[in-house]
C-alpha cells in the first residue's frame, strides 16, 4: 500500500501511466473506431493530416488512413512488446536463477552463453534470426524475446548471488530446506521485484527492436505496424513528412511511457535512495 | 604491466565465447531456406542442377555439417572468410571496405554520447530534484524512447530538406573529388548527422548512469571526510567524487558496445552509409549468408577489442582492479 | 587536566530531525565544553545522538538535518551561524575529524600520501616538496612503519589498524586544536584497537590537543576519558570526570550502561557434564582463490586441524579476532561449509562424512543463530512463520506448527501477538529473538551461535545473553558460542578455544584460560581489552 501511495506521489510515474493507458485504450478500441481493414485502400493517396475530416491524420503513399495504422500499430507494440518481455524475463530468471544459486561449472557454462549473446550485437542478431526463420509475427516477436533474456539474466543472478550468502538463506539451510525450497521461496520472492521492473526496460528495447525491424521491411509486411509505416513513409520523405512523423510520434510515447511506468516501479518499490 | 597481463587474460577468456559464437550462428544459417548457391544461382538469372552440384561440390557444400563446420573454422584461422557470391569479391575484402565508416561513426557517436553525457549528469547530479535536473532527466528520457531510425529521418528533413545545411546521406560527396583537409570535412559533415542519431539514446543512457553514479558516490564516506579536510564542493567533485563516478560509465562503454554496432545498422541504412551496419543489412535482404556470417565474426570481434580497451581504461582508472590478481 | 578556558563549548543546542522521524529532535538543548589538552567522551548507544553531535559542530549533518537553536562557540565563532568559507577554513585545519570506518572514509582511488597532502594542499602554502616531506613525518608519527611506501599505497594496500593510522595523520596534519573521533576503534579487532587508543592518547599529551570522542563503550571511557559526557535519545542524563562516573554514576542509564561492560573474569565454574555431546578432530577447511590455468593460485587455510569437545549441556565459547577462522568452523560444524578434512561426532554419527540429503534430515539435532538481526530473517515473511519454518520443512502440520510458534514467542520473550508482523517491524533485540525462536522450534541439542549479540546495543546484549543461559538451563541445551568479544565469552561460556589463523592456540576452563593464561595470543587479547584495569579494580 505504501508503494502505491509513493507510486502516485511521483508526477513523471503518472503521467507514464496516464500515456500507457492511453496507448493500451487506442489498442482495444482500434476494431471499434476502423472496424475495416487499415491496410485496405481508403481514399485518395497523400492527404495531409487535418485536411479532411474523414481521415483525421491523413493518408499515406497507397490511399490507406494513417489513423487507423496507429491504432492497430498500438495493438502490434504491445503484443510484440508484451510476449517478448515476458520469453525474455522467463529465459533469464530460468538461468539467472540457476548460474547465481549454484555457481560453480553451471555458472561457467550459463555465464560463457550469456557473454556469447551479449558480445554478438543484438540487432545483427535479430538480422540473422529473421533470416533464418523469416518474418512473421511469430517469429519476429521470438525473436526480439530471444536477443533480449541476457540483461534480466545477469541482473537475476547477481541477485541471486547476493542473496545466497544472506543469512536468511543460510538459516533456511540451516532449518533443512531442499535447493528448490530455497530458491523459489527463500530467495525468488527477494529477487524478484527488481527484474520485474527491470522488464520496463525489456519492453521500451524490445518495441524499439521491432519498429526497427519493420522499418527496414524485416518485420511482418501483413499487419498494421509502425515501423512499417515509418518505412512507407521514408519514400515520400521529402514533402509527405507527416507519414513517418507520426507513427515515430507514437512510438516515442509508448516507449517513454513504458520506461516512466517501470521508473515510477522502481522507486515506488525500492525508495532507499529518496530516504537518505 | 600486470594491468596488460590482466587485461590479456580477460582477451583469451574471450576465445570460447567468440567460439560459441561462430559455431552458434554457423548451425543456426544451415536452417536457412537456400544456401550460397542458390543465392548465386538467382544472381546469374539460374541454371541447371548439375551445375549447382558442381559448385555445391566446389565450395564444399555436400559435405555433412559438422565437416563444413570444420572447413570453416579451419579457414577462419588463416583469416579466410570465404566468397561473397553476390558481390563476387572475398567476404574480408567486402568487409574491410566497409569498415571504416563504421568504425568513424561508432567513434565519433561514442566520444559525442560519452561526453556529453558525462557533462550533462553531473549538472543534473548538483541541481538534484531542481529544475536542471528535471529538464535534464526528462530530455533525457525522451531520447532514450525515440526510434533512432525515426530521428535519423526527422533530422533529414530538418536540417538537410528545409535547412539545407548537411548532406542527407552518403559518406563523401561522389561528384567532388577534393584531397587533404577537404575531404575530411566533407566526410565529417557527413557523419555530424548519422553520429547524432546514433549517439542519442547512448547519450540518454550515460547521462542517467552518471547522474546517479554520482549520487552514489557523493553519498560515500570519503566525501564526508574531503568535507571534513575543509574542501570546497567544486574540489569534492573534481578530486574525490568524479572519478569514483566514472567507473561505472567505463563498465557501460564495454557492454554497450554490442547494441552499438546493432544500432548502426539501422542508422547507416537510414543514411546510406556503405558500412559494416548496412552490409548486414544488404546480406539478409540478398540472402548472402556467407557475408552475414562473416560480419557476425566481425563485429563480435570488435566488441571484444572494446572490451579489452575498457578493461584496460578501467584498470588505469582502479588500482584496486589490478592488485586482485 | 587543565582548567583554561574551553577551547569548545556547545550551548543547549538543539538538532532537528526531517519529519517522519522517530523524533523531532536528533539533540535537544545539549551544552558541553571542552578545554584545551583534554579528552571528553560522549558515551551512548545508537540513536542516542552522539554521531550528530560531532556532525552537528563539524556542520557535516546529513541532507534534511538542522541545528535548532543554541550555540557552539569555537575560537570567537559560533559554528552555527558563521559563513561556509569559514567554515571550510575551520574545517580541517582547527577542528579534524577521524571516522567510525576507515576503509570507506578513504577514497579507493587514490593514495594515502596523496588524501593526507591534501589538506596541507588547501590550507598552506607549501610547495610539493615540503608536502611531500611532512607527509612522511607525519606517518612516521603515527608510527606506521615504511611511511614512504605507506604514502604511495592505495588504502586497500593497507591493513585496517594502519588505515586508521592514516586518517588520524591527516587528522593531525595541520595540529588542529580540537579533534572529533567518532568511534574510531569499533570497526577494528581488539589488540588493533588497543594500539590505535594509546596513539590517540599519546599524540593528544604531545600536542596538547582537545579531543572529543564518540563511544559506544564504557570501557574505551575508562581507557582514555579525562571527563564523560552520558547520552541518552538526544539528552545528556549525566557528565562528570571520568573516574566519578565510572565509580559512582547516578543515572539508572549510566549504571546500566556500565553494568553491561562486566569484567573478564568468569563467573564461578558450574559442574560439567562427563557425556560428551559433540566431538570435533582434526577439522580442517582450506580456500583457493583466484588463480587461471593454474597460475597465481591463493591457497587460504582458514581452518586448520582443530579438535575440541563440548559436554552436554554446556558453553564451549570459540574466541577470536577476524580472519581467525571462527565463523568458518562454525559454518563447517553445521555443514554450511564442507569440511576438507575431520570428523565432526554428534551422537556418534559423523557430520563431516554425511550427505547433503542426510544432513537436512538431522537438521532438528543442530541448530544455528546468526549474527545479523537485519539479514537473517527473511523480510517478506511473518514472525510466525519464520519460527513455524523448520517444522513445516520437517513434515509438521502447518497449523500446529504455527500454534508452537506463539508458544515459544512467550519463551523467548516476545509478545505473541507480534507473530503477525513482519521482522522490519521489530528492533534489533526482539529480531535476535525470533531468530533464536526459529532454531528453538525443532527442538536442536546443539545450538551453534555465531556472534549472536555482537550487532546490538550493549544493554540489549545482556538481556539476550541472559535469555540464552536460561534456555540452556530450561532445555538442557549445549552450545557453541562464537564470539570476538572476551567479556561476552566470559559471562557465558564454560569452556572456551581461543583460536588465531585457523587454529585452535589455547582451550580449557573459562575461568583458567582468562585467569591464567598460557599463549603468548591469549595474554595479548587479555591485556587488550580496553578499560580491563578498570574492571578488575572496580569489581574487586
Redesign the interface.
Known sequence: MDAVKRYFRSPAAVLGLVLLLIVVGMAISAGYFYPRDPLALAGRPLIWPFANPRFLLGTDNSGRDIAAQVFYGARISLLIGGVATLIAVTIGILVGALAGYYGGWIDNILMRITEAFQTLPNFVLLLVLVAVFGSTLATVTIAVGIVSWPAPARLTRAEFLSLRSREFVQAGRTLGMRDTQLILREILPNALPPVIVYAGVVMAVAILLESALAFLRLSDANVASWGNLIGLGRDVLRVQWYVSAIPGVAILITVLAVSLVGQGLNDALNPRLKQR | MRILSLAG?RLA??I???L??LI??FL??Q???GDTVDAMMAQMGGGDAATARELRRFYGLDLSVPMQLTNYLWRLVRLDLGFSAIYGKPVATVILERLPPTLLLMTSALSFAFFFGLVFGVIAARGVNRWPDTLIS?VG??F????????G??A??VFS?YLQWLPAGGFEDIGAVSTGLWRVLDVASHLVLPSLTLGLIFLAIYLRIMRASM?EVL????V?????????ET?IIT??VL??ALLPMVTLIG?QA??????S??VE?VFSLPGLGRL??ES??Q?D?NT?LG??FV??LL??LV?FITDLLYAR????IS??? | MSSTAPILSVDRLSVRLPKGADRAHAISEVSLSIAENEIVCIVGESGSGKSMMANAIMRLLPQGVSTDGGRILFGGYDLCTTSAAEMRRIRGADIAMVFQEPMTALNPLRTIGDQIGEVLDIHTDLSKAEIRSRVLTLLADVNIPDPPRAAKAYPHELSGGQRQRAMIAMALALDPKLLIADEPTTALDVTTQAQILKLIRELQQRRKTAVLFITHDFGVVAEIADRVVVMQHGVVVEHGPAAEVLRKPQHAYTQQLIAAVPPVAAPPARKLSDETILTLSGVAKTYRTGGFLGRGVRVTHAVKDVSLALPKGATLGIVGESGSGKSTLARCIIRLIDPDAGSILLNGEDWARLSRGDIRQRTQKMQMVFQDPFASLNPRRKAAELVAQGPIVHGTPRARALSEARELFALVGLDPSAADRFPHEFSGGQRQRIGLARALALKPEVLVADEPVSALDVSVQAQVLKLLTSLRERLGLSIIFITHDLRVAAQICDLVAVMKDGEVVEHGLTGQVFGSPQHPYTQALLAAIPGGDFARTAQG
Do not use: C, Q
Open positions: 587474460r577468456a574471450s570460447p565465447t567468440l560459441l559464437i552458434g550462428v543456426l544459417l536452417l536457412a531456406p526528462t528520457l525522451i532514450y524512447a525515440t526510434p533512432s531510425f525515426w530521428f529521418l526527422m533529414i528533413v530538406i549520487l553519498n560515500l564516506d570519503f564526508r571526510t574531503a568535507r571534513a579536510k575543509g574542501l570546497d574540489r578530486r574525490h572519478r569514483n557492454l554490442g547494441t552499438m554496432l546493432g544500432g545498422v539501422v541504412t548486414a543489412y539478409v535482404v540472402r549468408l552475414l560480419i557476425v563485429s563480435a566488441v571484444i572490451n582508472l582502479d588500482p584496486r592488485a586482485e590478481s
